[in-house]
Nanobody
Framework: QVQLVESGGGLVQPGGSLRLSCAAS????????MDWYRQAPGKERELVAT???????NCADSVTGRFTISRDNAKNTVYLQMNSLKPEDTAVYYC???????????????WGQGTQVTVSS
């Protein structure tokens, strides 16, 4: 019913920038919080940034000042602008969203398939 598709990952040199996008599509009545997570090889998935429907944001300490989360509610899309990238930012980045498919439906959490970000010289 609901699909989240990430894009924008790739290979970048240390100090470089990337902008990730995650578009939600399908049967959508409303979207609440949208988040970005990442998972590096051999590590647990960690929360990178979150944004409410009203635009309130929060970022992990490790990316504060370098990453910015934003969203376009008209497009059901969340973005992650990543600047001053470091090798330790290398991971698969996933987005998720809390979605209602109708007015009376429960909130459900949907995940994207992930996009690889590699920071290396």
């Amino acid at each position: 019913q609901v699909q989240l598709v990430e894009s924008g990952g790739g290979l970048v040199q240390p100090g470089g920038s990337l902008r990730l996008s995650c578009a939600a599509s399908g049967t959508i009545f409303s979207i609440s919080d949208m988040d970005w997570y990442r998972q590096a090889p051999g590590k647990e998935r960690e929360l990178v940034a979150t944004i409410t429907s009203g635009g309130r944001t929060n970022c992990a300490d490790s990316v504060t000042g370098r990453f910015t989360i934003s969203r376009d509610n008209a497009k059901n899309t969340v973005y992650l602008q990543m600047n001053s990238l470091k090798p330790e930012d290398t991971a698969v980045y996933y987005c998720n969203a809390d979605v209602k498919v109708s007015r009376y439906a429960l909130w459900e959490l949907y995940w994207g398939q992930g996009t690889q970000v590699t920071v290396s010289s």
